[in-house]
T-cell receptor, first 114, second 118 residues
Framework: NAGVTQTPKFRVLKTGQSMTLLCAQD?????MYWYRQDPGMGLRLIHY???????AKGEVPDGYNVSRLKKQNFLLGLESAAPSQTSVYFC?????????????FGEGSRLTVL | AQKITQTQPGMFVQEKEAVTLDCTYD???????LFWYKQPSSGEMIFLIY??????QNATEGRYSLNFQKARKSANLVISASQLGDSAMYFC???????????????FGAGTRLFVKA
């Protein structure tokens, strides 16, 4: 029972390089989210999606792009990585409808930008 | 803008005692949901408890209860009979309807690190 899977789990980049984080969920959830976690700041929402083909900006969207071409996948891209993007990234998904429904998280992806 | 505040960066509690982790929130939306998540040192995020804004009763899940005071906009987590395994980071979160997207988003507080002493 996979749930939410993130790849890669770890990555080291040099400033200016690009990369894509992949999130896949097998629960047929409508909503998917990308968060970053930094010490003392909790989880901050980068981008989210309320369904296939739709995305929206969260609290800290600058420097990131996302795509949701398939319902089960949510991609987070860094076009030109900066040291400030060193963080742990979490993908999450949830059911649609109502205010109930917890987030189901992936295991996190640790990104270091040198 | 909606906001979640957790004012306790760290808390200590003696094993078997109860502890309250504070959370206040700010929203103008009458319909919202409040959550608590636990993050142990291994890093995964674990859902603990949920409270809806229209729920009359405080939510409970085993040793966890949510002290919901709507007028004060607070949603404190109470852990009874603390165990060593409760040592972790705890996050308060709020889910709101985003009218311009028609969907929901969840935002988090900065977290409280709980240390349970033997």
């Amino acid at each position: 029972n996979a749930g939410v899977t993130q790849t890669p789990k770890f990555r080291v980049l040099k400033t200016g390089q690009s990369m894509t984080l992949l999130c896949a969920q097998d629960m047929n959830h409508e909503y998917m989210y990308w968060y970053r976690q930094d010490p003392g700041m909790g989880l901050r929402l980068i981008h989210y999606s309320v369904g296939e083909g739709t995305t929206a900006k969260g609290e800290v969207p600058d420097g990131y792009n996302v795509s949701r071409l398939k319902k089960q996948n949510f991609l987070l891209g860094l076009e030109s990585a900066a040291p400030s993007q060193t963080s742990v990234y979490f993908c999450a998904s949830s059911k649609s409808g109502g205010n109930t429904g917890e987030l189901f998280f992936g295991e996190g992806s640790r990104l270091t930008v040198l | 803008a909606q906001k979640i505040t957790q004012t306790q960066p760290g808390m200590f509690v003696q094993e078997k005692e109860a502890v309250t982790l504070d959370c206040t929130y700010d929203t103008s939306d009458p319909s919202y949901g409040l959550f608590w998540y636990k993050q142990p040192s291994s890093g995964e995020m674990i859902f603990l408890i949920y409270q809806g804004s229209y729920d009359q009763q405080n939510a409970t899940e085993g040793r966890y209860s949510l002290n919901f005071q709507k007028a004060r906009k607070s949603a404190n987590l109470v852990i009874s009979a603390s165990q060593l395994g409760d040592s972790a980071m705890y996050f308060c979160a709020m889910r709101e309807l985003m009218t311009y997207t028609g969907g929901f988003k969840t935002i988090f507080g900065a977290g409280t690190r709980l240390f349970v002493k033997a």
